[in-house]
């Protein structure tokens, strides 16, 4: 075992991490476009589920 790591390792490691990274973002992108879907309520936040709120909806219908 030598003292430190070849250059090419360094550069090996870097990449991994940059593409691991990448992955892992879009993943995570793509979870959050999944999840939001169709949006987010602007009034309360919530997610929109059949392009309606599910909590201002919700109110909508008591008042009916
Ligand atoms: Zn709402």
Redesign the pocket.
């Known amino acids: 075992m030598g003292v430190g790591l070849p250059p090419i390792y360094a550069i090996v490691i870097s990449l991994a991490i940059y593409f691991g990274i990448r992955i892992f973002v879009g993943r995570r992108k793509k979870m959050i476009e999944e999840s939001v879907g169709e949006g987010i309520?602007?009034?309360?936040?919530?997610k929109?589920e059949n392009k309606k709120?599910?909590?201002?909806?919700r109110k909508k219908l008591g008042n009916v």
């Open positions: 309520c602007v009034k309360c936040g919530s929109i709120c599910p909590i201002c909806d």
